[in-house]
């Protein structure tokens, strides 16, 4: 076939070319607006999902727990100004800030549908509470300096909470061991979110297949997820009470929290066994029983 002869073929498979691009650019626009609609369908049924109450009773909780952590950092601090030493050379007091920073971030995080990241920041609050502590335990004889220099050696395990087996846990009791066990459960099931585990990727295509997507979600999942901060909260208020000791906090409890109905660490079991550890006092022997029964309702407020 001549090169003249081959023209109008070529020019005939030009024009079927053309129009294929067209109904193609066609169908492609028409995918967009389609899927652009139903991500707008689905952000508004979100939105009327968020004013819910299903939705807001767990997100009310997430703030008021990260007030009541910030004001349990701060109440230790101010209680502990009767002893200098606390202030001049303990560590954790010095990164209350750091844990701080990292709660508020974690409450942004899940307020705007971001979970995993705030899993993340729950992570790092472990490790600063539980390895601070220890370095303020095991090196009580050093200065600032001394124990800056010790959290810097090769001695502490800076990114994991392997420490928390090192610690007395003095006013836990029997509950000792179960804290330390929930300590690094908290720790392990906040460290799947760091990387991209076996655990994600199982989690992510159940999601995908129920229809879940990033920014998208359910009651449930923020439910779950303000249970996990209130978990490592609660683990980070009892190692603040360790480290100021059970003078300081003794005060704290009997004397401040106690009558705080607000304060969500009530609800936590080992708050109440810290609670516990100070039913000798002369302030709670007149009424005792009705303390008791007091704190066993509080407790049953976590299961409602």
Request: charged residues 30%; proline residues 3%; hydrophobic residues 40%.
């Amino acid at each position: 076939m001549t090169t003249l002869t081959m023209a109008p073929a070529m020019a005939e498979l030009g024009r079927h070319s053309e129009k294929a691009m067209e109904q193609s650019g066609d169908h492609l626009a028409a995918a967009l607006i389609a899927a652009r609609e139903e991500q707008q369908r689905l952000a508004r049924e979100h939105d009327e999902m968020r004013v819910s109450e299903d939705y807001q009773k767990p997100l009310m909780k997430l703030r008021r727990i990260i007030a009541g952590l910030h004001e349990t950092l701060h109440i230790c601090e101010i209680a502990a100004t009767r002893w200098p030493v606390y202030a001049e050379r303990y560590l954790f007091p010095r990164h209350k800030d750091d844990i701080g920073e990292a709660a508020i971030t974690a409450q942004l995080a899940i307020e705007n549908g971001a979970l995993n990241p705030a899993r993340r920041e729950l992570r790092y609050m472990l490790e600063v509470a539980v390895n601070t502590a220890f370095v303020d335990e095991e090196g009580s004889a050093l200065d600032l300096d001394g124990r800056v220099n010790f959290y810097r050696g090769n001695r502490v395990g800076k990114q994991n909470v392997d420490h928390i087996r090192d610690l007395p846990l003095r006013m836990l009791a029997g509950e000792r061991g179960k804290f330390i066990e929930a300590t690094r459960t908290a720790w392990v099931h906040s460290s799947n979110y760091v990387h991209l585990t076996k655990r994600r990727i199982d989690e992510k295509v159940r999601l995908r297949a129920q229809g879940v997507h990033l920014g998208f979600e359910t009651p449930e999942m923020l439910a779950a997820v303000v249970r996990e901060v209130h978990d490592v909260c609660s683990i980070v208020a009892v190692l603040a009470f360790e480290t100021v000791g059970p003078a300081f906090t003794g005060d704290i409890l009997v004397g401040r929290l106690d009558s705080n109905e607000n304060w969500p660490f009530h609800e936590n079991r080992f708050i109440a066994a810290l609670d516990a550890y100070f039913d000798y006092k002369h302030e709670r022997k007149a009424d005792l029983a009705s303390h008791v029964a007091r704190r066993e309702c509080r407790l049953n407020r976590s299961n409602a």
